[in-house]
Structure formats: C-alpha cells, structure tokens
C-alpha cells in the first residue's frame, strides 16, 4: 500500500514537471521522487544484503545519484529542472531493470551471507584447499 503511494506521489510529481503546471505540489512531489526513486531501485538491486545495509546504501546513493544528475546541467548552466528530472527517471529505470536481469543471468547464485557460511563450513571441516590457500599447517 506505502509502496504504491510512494509511486503515485512520485508520477504525479514528474507529470507536474514535465507539463510544466505551477502547484504548491509541485516542488515536495518532485523533491521525493528525485530521493524515493533511486532509493528503491538502489535497494532492489542490492538484493543479497541485509536489509539494514541496503536501506542505509540506497539512501546514500540516491543522494549521490541526485548530486550526479544536478552537476552536469550546474556546471553547464542550463539549469533545467525536467532534464534533470528525466536524467534520474532513466537511472531509476536502470536500476530497477538491472536486479531481474542479473538474477535471471545468474540463477544459481547465493547471497553474499549464504557464501560467508559456506566459507565457514569448509573452514570447520578442514578442507585442504583452505590450509594450503592461507598457509595453515594441519
């Protein structure tokens, strides 16, 4: 339900930029879609972390995705708030695209944790290639 709010507000935010239409609505609308929207891509392609970990880079990236976008049209001085806009709708539709894609390209992989406790498992059970990889005398 939150998640479905989150896209309403955000496409409305964007149709409000894009048409141009002056709204008190407008600015916050636009605002959130431009934190929200890299944020959850950046969180769906994360998929093998912890949740903590994921929502803490997510929103670190989506602040450093934002700063990326403003940056060329900044520096450029063409400051136009719709190709900005776009710029970020098309980051955000990378993002969410890339986690099918990889997961569809790589069936058989594990999370990260899941490797971590194998690496463990072999680490408990002795396994040679592991004493001979770091050294380790039997």
Excluded: E, Y
Aim: charged share 10%.
């Amino acid at each position: 339900m939150l998640a479905g709010a989150a896209f309403a507000v955000s496409g409305v935010g964007v149709a409000l930029t894009l048409a141009d239409v002056q709204s008190p609505l407008r600015a916050p609308f636009v605002l959130f879609f431009l934190f929200a929207g890299p944020a959850c891509g950046l969180f769906a392609a994360l998929s093998g972390f912890d949740p903590a970990v994921r929502a803490a880079v997510a929103a670190a990236g989506a602040v450093g995705i934002g700063l990326l976008a403003a940056l060329p049209a900044s520096s450029l001085h063409i400051l136009d708030v719709g190709g900005g806009v776009v710029a970020v709708a098309v980051i955000t539709a990378l993002l969410f695209l890339w986690a099918p894609a990889r997961r569809m390209r790589n069936p058989g992989s594990s999370t990260p944790s899941d490797q971590f406790l194998k690496a463990i498992k072999k680490i408990r059970s002795g396994s040679t290639a592991f004493s001979i990889r770091f050294g380790a005398k039997k």
